[in-house]
């Protein structure tokens, strides 16, 4: 590990997609301040044929092309310091969730593999310490998209980049529940105003109104969060 928070080592056929996204706002000055790093690996350095090919046809037909093992493999090989968390995004794998950003983020570095065309030789999966991680039930065209959400909810915890941790604690899922409502100024937009609580300046009735809404949201939209915090709150008494 170097002296960065987070050393982030990407696997990937389009190395001119990054820094992209992360290298706006938040994570782009964290970068830039070196409270993480970034290293962008060109898959196809490792190809070793004359034209240098990265894919081949799949064994057995069917459409698409398949990522080489006896390229993906030696491209890891040379870049993953072991200790860190090595992740093939595909949908097949554990859907990316607060508690593994979190995991990630504990582990102080993490060599992600972006996989393009119809995905990689399973082999590859089977030989190194791959763990598959999906950024929801759905396709895409490449890993890439995956690997800007993960590093985005990383990068975001990690100390100095956020202004303010209090934030970073009241947020959706740091308690097992989605956000209440906010509200800011104008005080009244087309005729509605803002919970009348909230002007109260009663810190306590405001921190019990924002309970409760946070209870009532995730309730009604999402029952399998719900479901765990009520759950965790019978365990706890
Ligand atoms: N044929 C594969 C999809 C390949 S999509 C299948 O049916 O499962 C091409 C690449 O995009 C994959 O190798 C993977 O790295 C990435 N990808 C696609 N969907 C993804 C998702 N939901 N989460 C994470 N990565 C994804």
Redesign the pocket.
Known sequence: MTASGFDATVLTLYPELFPGPLGVALSGKALETGLWGLKVVDIRHFAHDKHRSVDDTPFGGGA?MVMRADVLGPAIDANHDGAAPLI??????RLMDQALVEEVRDAGGATLV???????DERVLEARPVME???????????EF?AFALLDAVVRLLPGVAGNAESLAEESFADGLLEYPQYTRPREWEGKNPPEVLLSGDHARIRTWRKAEAERITRERRPDLWRRYTSEEGTEQ
């Open positions: 698409g093939y995004f595909s949908p097949r794998g972006c996989g393009r065309f119809e995905g990689v991680v999906s950024l929801g039930d759905f396709v895409l065209s490449g890993g995956a």
